[in-house]
Structures are given as structure tokens and as C-alpha cells.
């Protein structure tokens, strides 16, 4: 995963066949799809047929689900209904993703990308004992970079700062069983995705709407509206123009982006019954997001405003015999 750049959930779809994974330009919402089965209904209250955990926790939330892969072991993606082992909502798959684990000995790393834009990347982790037969490992990823869209009316667009952090407790007991506390947590913030405003009209041969002809659409522009507009504009109204640039935008609002913080509190608990094993597994989750004042019609007119807020939390308690 490492070689291939796949430093998060967003980026499983480049590398796992049968997985697409969409996020609409920002984690305000990740959708998986799993052979064809989605959900793409986008508000905060509805769960994905293609579930996701982490570390054995279920992730309920849209808005959660994209997220940065760091110090890992390995991530599942598991293809076809998978109820009997996860439960609910995983009828199209489960994306499983599984963290490295403490170790016996004192281990760790670091490692530092940067790249254009600002661009720059830190992650690291340090494990071992740390008394009493008690292994830990701590783990962190920082991730940020500068806007790469041109506003325009000045500044810039497309920027983020995501740091993700997760810290583990092992504790064996005598090969009885074992208990694993973990602690995670995240802070997103994103910008607003960007939009563009796009030239089209009615052919007069079809009646399809079409695009690309600036003429065709300064004539439409002044017979259905009555407005006169410059060479090459892009609607109607503002009197932008496309200078052909995929970087170029004009939005009219700033944006507060996208705002994330998500924690989430796991203790897995191992019993050895001698025929049977015993598995608890206790999970809690807070969830806070908020995304405002995306310029969604991407003109300098003030035409359509998309904003979300969300506060959830969620408790769950698994318990499984296996023998």
C-alpha cells in the first residue's frame, strides 16, 4: 500500500478490483461501492450497504468512513454479503481496516514526503513494552498541503490539514487470553470543493443541450434572457469567462470547508475456553462535521449554497464464541 501511495481509505479504489470510492472532491461523504452495490443517498443519518471497521470497530458514518491509512498490518476488502461475520449493512462487502499491532521489542519509524503546493506528509510510530507485560504502540499521521485552485476574486481553494492519530494497549495474559485498548482519533479540515460554471444550450437541430461553442451560447444567452455577454462566457449571469484553465475558478464565497473531529474508544477482549473461544468487543464513537458555505453554482453570482452540520456518537457491544 505504501509503494503504491495508497495513504487513505479514498485511494483503496486504485489498487482492489470490484471497488470504486467517491468523495465528491472532500470527505464530507465517502461512498464505497462494492460490485455495483452503493448508497448514494448522501445525508449524515444513512449507512452504507458496504460496511466499514477499523480495528474491529464498525464505522457508521458517511461523513467518518474517508480517512488516512497509516501504520498499518493489512486492509481487507472483502467482496460479496458478509453477515454472518459482520453483521448488519454488510450486504454488498466490508472494508476492513486492520492496524500493526504492539511489539515485544522496541520498534518504530518515521517517514517525511513533501511535494509541491506546500505539500507535506509526516508519519511515525513507536512501539514496545512498557512494564507490567504491557506493550504499547503509538502512532501519527500529519498530512497538509496548499490550495491548487486560482480564485479569481483573489486567494486560493483546495487546500487541507488531516491529523490522525491512534495509541494501542496489549496485555496477554499467560495465553488465557488477551486484552487490546485502543484509542483513535482524527481532525479534518478541508476546503469547500471547488465547482465551475460550464457553457451550455439547447441545439436548435436536437433540442439536446450541448456545450463548447462560446457563439452558439452568447446567442442563446441574448435570445432567451436578454443579457449580453463577453466572448467565451460560462453563464448568463455573472459575466465570467473561461480562460480554459482546470485550476482557474471564480467562486464568491470563501467557504469554511469541511470541519472533522472523530474519536473513537475500543477494548477487544480474548478468553480462552479451552473448546471454545470467547471475543468481546466493546466500541464507542463521537463524530462531529461540519461543511459550510460551498459556492456550489461556481460563478461570481450569488446563485446556490450547499452547507451539512452533524453530531453523533454511537455504542456498540459484540460478543462471539468461535470453536
Not at 465528491?24 to 452504507?48: A, C, K, M, W
Not at 491548487?148 to 491529523?163: A, E, I, M, P, R
Not at 451560447?217 to 455573472?238: E, I, K, M, Q, W
Not at 485550476?247 to 471454545?276: E, P, S
Amino acid at each position: 500500500l505504501r509503494d503504491q501511495v495508497v495513504t487513505s481509505t479514498v485511494a483503496l479504489g486504485r489498487v482492489a478490483p470490484n471497488l470504486t470510492v467517491t468523495d465528491y472532491g472532500n470527505p464530507v461523504i465517502t461512498v464505497f461501492t462494492l460490485r455495483g452495490v452503493s448508497q448514494f443517498d448522501f445525508s449524515d443519518h444513512q449507512e452504507s450497504p458496504v460496511a466499514v471497521f477499523v480495528d474491529g470497530s464498525y464505522v457508521p458514518y458517511l461523513s467518518a468512513v474517508g480517512a488516512s491509512l497509516f501504520d498499518l498490518d493489512h486492509v481487507e476488502v472483502l467482496r460479496g454479503p458478509q453477515g454472518t461475520l459482520f453483521g448488519r449493512n454488510a450486504t454488498g462487502g466490508v472494508i476492513q481496516v486492520v492496524s500493526a499491532r504492539p511489539t515485544e521489542t522496541p520498534s518504530g519509524y518515521a517517514l517525511v514526503q513533501a511535494g509541491d503546493h506546500g505539500s507535506i506528509r509526516a508519519e511515525g510510530a513507536v512501539s514496545g513494552p512498557i512494564g507490567g507485560g504491557v506493550l504499547g504502540r503509538l502512532s501519527l499521521v500529519d498530512d497538509q498541503h496548499d490550495g491548487y485552485f486560482k480564485n479569481t476574486l483573489g486567494g486560493s481553494k483546495g487546500d487541507g490539514d488531516d491529523l490522525s492519530w491512534r495509541a494501542q494497549l496489549y496485555k496477554d495474559f499467560d495465553g488465557r487470553g488477551d486484552l487490546t485498548l485502543t484509542a483513535r482519533g482524527s481532525r479534518d479540515r478541508t476546503s469547500t470543493s471547488p465547482y465551475t460554471a460550464s457553457a451550455a444550450y439547447p441545439d436548435p437541430s436536437t433540442g439536446l443541450f450541448v456545450k463548447g461553442d462560446g457563439a452558439a451560447f452568447a446567442d442563446f444567452c441574448s435570445n432567451f434572457f436578454g443579457a449580453t455577454v463577453g466572448a467565451n462566457p460560462v453563464d448568463c449571469v455573472s459575466g465570467d469567462v473561461n480562460d480554459h484553465n482546470r485550476y482557474t475558478i471564480t467562486a464568491n464565497r470563501k467557504g469554511g470547508g469541511f470541519q472533522r473531529d472523530y474519536y473513537n474508544l475500543n477494548a477487544t477482549l480474548n478468553v480462552d475456553l479451552g473448546d471454545v473461544k470467547l471475543t468481546s468487543i466493546t466500541s464507542y464513537g463521537h463524530l462531529r462535521k461540519g461543511y459550510s458555505d460551498e459556492d456550489s453554482d461556481g460563478t461570481s453570482y450569488d446563485l446556490l449554497v450547499f452547507a451539512q452540520d452533524a453530531r453523533a456518537e454511537d455504542f456498540s457491544q459484540e460478543l462471539r464464541l468461535a470453536g
